[in-house]
């Protein structure tokens, strides 16, 4: 995701890169401070996985137990 800065007003674009000298071209221009280059956000997956890396190892319960109830739940709220 690529932030255009100006003075009058910024724009968020999310550009797909094709060539690969693009990026050293984007690069130049962040380091020009004409705009600024910002990490790509973690993925859900990327995300799920840390989650559960921090999560105690509960042997009494899998996970396809859990994923089970909550399909329950949320079948019961429909």
């Known amino acids: ?3 255009l ?3 009058l007003q910024m724009d968020t ?6 060539n ?3 990026r050293e ?3 130049s221009l962040a380091e020009m401070e004409l705009l600024t280059i910002l990490p790509q956000p973690p993925t859900w997956a990327e995300r799920w996985k840390k989650l559960s890396a921090s999560l105690p190892n509960e042997p009494r319960i899998s ?3 859990i994923l089970d109830e909550i399909s329950q739940v949320r ?3 429909k």
């Open 63 to 65: 996970e396809q137990e």
């Open 20 to 22: 690969p000298k693009v």
């Open 25 to 27: 071209v984007l690069t």
């Open 1 to 3: 995701m690529l932030v």
């Open 13 to 18: 674009l999310t550009i797909e890169i094709r």
């Open 5 to 7: 800065v100006n003075d």
């Open 75 to 77: 079948a019961a709220r």
